[in-house]
């Protein structure tokens, strides 16, 4: 099975229908910490619905269009992380972290494992990274991986009745590995 060593605690695998369990029941437990940022929390009431899910990212990934993730720490599963997108040679992260491992790191280590792997094997020449305005803990990360401020969004998303403008940063792979050296 496709997997990374980002640390002595942190591995991510690729996702595949092996995690719907653990997937479905983390996300459940976590239903109210997500739902004020991510719109299809709703849509996942049962763990067939994680399969599907599951199963239409390994469809992308086959026609190289998306590449889905799961982040263990210490053995357990804790989120996800993706490339919602690789397309025109610009791949676009997507992530989520269950709120107890909030604040460990981990997701900036993973996020910067990921856009490597985008940068080395799937040739991106840019990645990008999509967050609420007001979704000040999800741009931290970008914040500390460097990546610039690009632009906003305006109303890109709706979420619970309300519009949120998106902060869009970015990295290009030239100065992703100028940082790196």
């Not at 990008?128 to 914040?143: D, F, L």
């Amino acid at each position: 099975m496709h997997y990374r060593i980002i640390d002595k605690n942190i591995k991510v695998y690729l996702t595949t229908t092996l995690f719907t369990d653990e997937l479905f029941h983390l996300t459940n437990k976590n239903r109210n910490f997500l739902s004020k940022w991510l719109p299809w929390i709703d849509s996942i009431k049962e763990p067939n619905d994680t399969n599907s899910f599951i199963l239409s990212q390994l469809e992308n990934l086959k026609n190289m269009k998306s590449l889905h993730q799961t982040i263990f720490y210490k053995e357990r599963i804790v989120g996800v992380l993706a490339y919602n997108s690789m397309e025109n040679k610009t791949g676009i992260i997507g992530y989520w972290l269950a709120e107890e491992f909030n604040g460990k790191g981990i997701m900036t280590k993973c996020v910067e494992d990921l856009i490597e792997q985008g940068f080395s094997y799937y040739k991106l020449e840019k990645v990008e990274i999509r967050c609420a305005k007001e979704n000040t803990k999800s741009q931290a990360i970008p914040k500390k991986l460097n990546m610039k401020m690009e632009r906003t969004i305006k109303d890109a998303e709706k979420l619970n009745g309300k519009l949120y403008d998106h902060l869009v940063y970015s990295i290009d792979k030239n100065s992703f590995y100028l940082l790196k050296s």
